[in-house]
């Protein structure tokens, strides 16, 4: 089955670091493009980051220069290392999947894990 | 700053056809943009309905279906159900590996 499982969420104080965890399943994360999406409380959807297959990343701008997407392809498994966390980046952190498939790129999400709760709070 | 829009909440009749729509703050929507659909009920995770501008997800039903409306994405539901009730949110790419959400429409099926 495929499948994505996020971890490493919980309550921080403004300014500490936090590292989120996302375990894949039934597919390769290095074969694909993986982003992160994040929903503050009661707010919509809102892009993170991508990583894509060869290594490029991208990042929105209200977390350039703080937040970096990795993976370990040896555990399959993507990662945000979120620094100078800030109030407003408290959300529920989503690890999503691109879809991709017979060399193109089609630019939308398939995949979603059930999402791993962030709270910056002192 | 790109800003996509949406409408915040639109209501349908049982049965009824809905058109949701998504646009720039500047510009029109193309194919260009890869419109994508996602549905989403309170505490859960978001579901892919349509990308691609007009591609359904895989198990999606086919009263989903997605288009270019004008110079806008759209999103039509034909006959809805109850369990249509939910947020739905479109996003677009803007290329450079950029994706923009608009602030979803919240759909009311009464």
Redesign the interface.
Known sequence: EVQLVESGGGLIQPGGSLRLSCAASGFTVSSNYM?W?RQAPGK????VS?I?SGG???Y?DSVKGRFTISRDNSKNTLYLQMNSLRAEDTAVY?CVRG?YGSGTY?????I????TMVTVSS | QTVVTQEPSFSVSPGGTVTLTCGLSSGSVSTGY?P?W?Q?TPGQ????LI??TN?R??GVPDRFSGSILGNKAALTITGAQADDES?Y?C?L?MG?????????TKLTVL
Do not use: K, N
């Open positions: 982003t999406v919509g959807l809102e892009w991508v894509y490029t990343t991208y929105a989503y879809i089609y630019h939308a999400f398939d979603w894990g059930q999402g | 890869y994508s996602y989403q995770a978001p579901r892919t990308y691609s591609t997800s895989s947020d949110y996003v790419y450079s590996g950029i994706w923009v959400f608009g602030g979803g």
